[in-house]
């Protein structure tokens, strides 16, 4: 059974007070995944909103038949499956469990009725919700130029890039 503590170790809802998350309470479930077990695959709808309370996932995605890539490794207390948060949002990796995990889940018909009934908690969810994105995409984008700076290639040509903006032309 979920309680209030589980929901307040859950970073999206960090900007929720105690009676907010009891209105969330009744609607949160949750799941127990063994090792390798798909939480959901790549593709198909996205009918939840996912939170790890224990254990460890990843978001991977199948590059060919041979290749598959960790994305991003999910610890306890953040979110993924944010694709539920869109109307018909369709995942675009699939979530595995690496280890025994504890999962917390919302479908998104009770989430989107829960933020219109009450709006207080819509507001304050969306804008934690946006600031998880913003520091998620902020921290993919540092990791995209640092691989970006060590590819050879790369790296001649953001040198030629930087030395020409730098030194004056004549």
Request: glycine letters at 4%; charged letters at 20%; aromatic letters at 8%.
């Amino acid at each position: 059974m979920v309680t209030l503590q589980d929901l307040k170790q859950m970073k999206a809802f960090e900007a929720l007070n105690d009676s907010q998350l009891q209105i969330l309470l009744p609607y949160i479930s949750q799941f127990e995944c063994q090792p390798q077990e798909i939480i959901y695959q790549r593709g198909h709808q996205a009918h939840n909103f996912y939170m790890l309370l224990s254990g460890k996932a990843f978001l991977e995605m199948q590059v060919t038949k041979d290749i598959k890539i960790s994305l991003t490794s999910i610890k306890p207390g953040y979110s993924f499956g944010w694709h539920a948060l869109i109307s018909e949002g369709t995942h675009s990796y699939t979530a595995v469990c690496d280890e025994a995990s504890t999962v917390l889940s919302i479908s998104r018909e009770d989430l989107h009725s829960i933020t219109e009934a009450h709006q207080d908690i819509g507001y304050r969810l969306m804008q934690r919700m946006c600031e998880i994105l913003y520091h998620r995409l902020d921290h993919r984008t540092a990791q995209f130029l640092s691989i970006l700076t060590k590819h050879p290639d790369m790296k001649d040509l953001l040198e030629d890039a930087v030395m020409q903006c730098v030194l004056p032309q004549f």
